[in-house]
């Protein structure tokens, strides 16, 4: 069964930084593109940053700038680096395998992480 374990998330105040981290297993990682996606409370859910097979990437607006995904296929986990945050990035994260794009939109895949809770203050 394909498993992803997340770890990173914590409370930080506002200007601070995390990296989190989303760890695969049961899975050919290194031919599946992979996504951050967050949802805030009250809001829907948001893909934040994809990072595809190839290694190209694409970023939410809201976070161009500040935030980097980035992937080790040797060690079977996918990164996001968050600098600079806000109170408006609280939210649990969730990593995503096996999405993709149709045309410029982007599908998740099945498989997602448990979350961990990025928690910003002012």
């Known amino acids: 069964q394909v498993q992803l374990v997340e770890s990173g998330g914590a409370l930080v105040q506002a200007g601070g930084s995390l990296r989190l981290s989303c760890a695969a297993a049961?899975?050919?990682?290194?031919?599946?593109?992979m996504g951050w996606y967050r949802q805030a409370p009250g809001k829907q859910r948001e893909l934040v940053a994809v990072?595809?097979?190839?290694?190209?990437?694409n970023y939410a607006d809201s976070v161009k700038g500040r935030f980097t995904i980035s992937r080790s296929n040797a060690k079977n986990t996918v990164y996001l680096q968050m600098n600079s945050l806000k109170p408006e990035d609280t939210a649990p994260y969730y990593c995503?395998?096996?999405?993709?794009?149709?045309?410029?939109?982007?599908?998740?895949?099945?498989?997602w992480g448990q979350g961990t809770q990025v928690t910003v203050s002012s």
């Open positions: 995503n395998i096996g999405g993709d794009y149709s045309g410029s939109k982007y599908y998740p895949g099945d498989y």
């Open positions: 990072i595809t097979r190839g290694g190209s990437t």
């Open positions: 049961g899975i050919a990682f290194s031919i599946v593109n």
